[in-house]
């Protein structure tokens, strides 16, 4: 008779392991920014240049916003 306890044993564990592995993923941190740029009014303004920078100045990511006056920067770092 075979012994597969062990084989059996080393598969469920790396199930495990590869469930915990999956289940990190989403954790990576990371924010997102959107936004509409508007008059006194009201009224959308388009072509408007967005900066965002992080407290250091040392990174910064740039947008547009569109006819609506909307703009997203949808992948950011974690800032402090």
Known sequence: MPCTLPFRSIYIVSLWILFACVAALPAH?????????????????????ITV????????????????????LPVLPPGR
């Open 29 to 49: 941190a990371q924010s997102a920014l959107t936004g509409v740029v508007s008059d006194e009014s009201g009224g959308a303004i388009n072509a408007v240049t």
């Open 53 to 72: 920078r992080d407290a250091s100045g040392a990174v910064a990511q740039t947008t547009t916003t569109d006819a609506n006056g909307a703009f997203s």
